[in-house]
C-alpha cells in the first residue's frame, strides 16, 4: 500500500532574465517527458534560497544585488538531480550572503537550496553554454505538493512576493 503525503512549504528563490527562463524551461521539459520526475517543475527556473514552513516577507529585508553578469557553464549531479551552476566567485558570495540573510532552511527532498538551476534527472542532455544572467529577481512561493512513494504526484505553487533585483 503506497502512503500519500502533502506537504506545504514557502520557497524563496532567484529567478533569471526572461530569455535565460525560457531556454531553460525547454531543457527542463526535455528531460521531464524523458524520465517524468517532476521535481525540476514545481518551481519555474529559479535557484532556491531558502525553504520554511512560515512566510517570509521580503519587505522586512535589505536583499543585496549582484551587478556582475553570470555565467551558468558547470554541470553538476547533487541528490541524484542534475544542476546548471556558475564556480564564479561574486556568484557564490552574493548566494551565501542571501541563505546567511533568510536565517535556516530546512531539509526537503524534492526542493533544496543550491547555486544553481535544477534541471532534472538526465545528466547528459546537451545544452549550450554558457547561459549568462544580469537580470535577477527574488521571489517567494507558497508550495504545496503531493508525493506518493517518495515521488511527487501533483504540485500548486503561487507567487506571493516578488523583488527586482537592481
Known sequence: M???????????ALSPSLAMSEDLNV??????????????????PSIVVNISKEYINLTTYSV???STPVDFSQRE?????SILTSHSPEFLTWFHSLRKLFSQSIENRHIFP????LLG?????RISLPMTNSDWR?????????EEDDKVV????EKLQEVHLR
Not at 2 to 12: A, C, D, E, Q, R
Not at 27 to 44: E, G, N, S
Not at 114 to 117: Q, T, V
Open 138 to 146: 527574488i521571489i517567494l512561493y507558497n508550495i504545496t505538493y503531493n
Open 27 to 44: 531543457i527542463i521539459d526535455q528531460l521531464y517527458k524523458r524520465d517524468h520526475v517532476a521535481d525540476a517543475l514545481i518551481l519555474p
Open 154 to 157: 501533483s504540485f500548486q505553487r
Open 114 to 117: 543550491y547555486p544553481g538551476f
Open 121 to 125: 534527472m538526465d545528466s547528459t542532455t
Open 2 to 12: 503506497s502512503m500519500k503525503t502533502t506537504v506545504n512549504l514557502y520557497v524563496l
Open 64 to 66: 543585496p544585488f549582484l
Open 77 to 81: 549531479t547533487i541528490h541524484e538531480m
